[in-house]
């Protein structure tokens, strides 16, 4: 990798130490990754040859645009799927809904705007409702919402006082904003009776994240949120010298009562991810 700064020429190297970041998303989620230095150098170019360099880059991006293009959306849906991934884990959801219509919607625009609209409807009976969504499209063209939410109550007041199950509720509010369009709702269900893990639901609702940078329509958001959620900022270990000691670091920080639920190892050696959760937490 070449920079060019107040006309001197910098190329990017990596360097001999990796360094560790913890991020503690509370409700017993912890996500560390370790990242390898880049260290840069001067390089002894005059001012001929940067000035090649910078035409050359300039051909280079008129060239490759589609391609360049295609990797801005990949990193713009790396990102996304990291702050959604978080936020899921920061609210602590334990629920997975499906909001579907039965006619072909294919106005993102109206699916968002009755989105919208169900959560206001839900939030008087159901204060406080929060939620982080994802739109996808399905083959016939009609959006549907994925949207991951904390546990809602298996019993809710309605009309004059009568309690009835909470997701006959919802499914009734959301029909009744999406009208002569139709509109269900599905819930996953979780083995046993068991919560659904945060880190399992955060890695179903991100994996949509990606398919809506590549089909949805430009400029529009491919995510949304309901609700308030600060995601604490990262907590830094400090710097290995190789892989190997940031992969103990990491482990150290598994105790008796968590578990592995994902890692990654980069095949350059340059960066390592972990993720943990506390199961007596989240059971």
């Not at 849906?77 to 499906?98: I, P």
């Not at 509720?169 to 002569?180: D, F, H, M, P, Q």
């Not at 270990?237 to 968590?258: I, K, Q, S, T, W």
Request: hydrophobic share 40%.
């Amino acid at each position: 990798m070449i920079r060019i700064i107040d006309g001197v020429a910098y190329e990017g190297k990596s360097g001999s130490q990796i360094s560790v970041k913890a991020h503690d998303l509370g409700n017993g989620h912890l996500e560390v990754s370790g990242v390898r230095d880049r260290v840069w150098c001067e390089l002894e170019w005059s001012a001929l040859a940067i000035e090649q360099y910078l035409e050359a880059v300039i051909r280079d991006k008129d060239e490759r645009a589609d391609e360049l293009h295609q990797k801005c959306l990949n990193i713009a849906a790396s990102r996304a799927k990291r702050r959604v991934r978080r936020l899921c884990k920061a609210m602590g959801t334990d629920t997975l809904l499906t909001l579907t219509y039965r006619s072909n919607v294919t106005d993102l625009a109206l699916c968002k705007a009755n989105l919208k609209e169900f959560v206001r409807r839900v939030r008087r009976v159901l204060p406080g409702f929060s939620a982080v969504c994802g739109f996808e499209q399905q083959e016939r063209g009609a959006w549907h919402v994925h949207m991951a939410t904390i546990r809602v109550p298996s019993m809710l007041a309605w009309g004059s006082a009568v309690r009835v199950k909470s997701f006959n509720v919802l499914r009734a509010i959301w029909r009744s904003v999406t009208k002569e369009n139709g509109g269900n709702i599905d819930v996953a269900k979780s083995k046993y009776g068991k919560r659904r893990s945060a880190a399992v639901i955060a890695a179903y609702i991100a994996k949509y994240i990606s398919k809506a940078f590549t089909e949805g329509v430009a400029g529009s958001n491919r995510w949304t949120k309901f609700g308030e959620c600060v995601i604490p900022e990262p907590v830094n270990l400090g710097r290995f010298p190789n892989m190997l000691a940031v992969v103990e670091a990491c482990y150290a920080l598994v105790d008796g009562c968590a578990s592995v639920v994902d890692q990654h190892l980069s095949k350059w050696d340059d960066w390592y991810f972990l993720v943990i959760e506390n199961q007596a937490i989240n059971t």
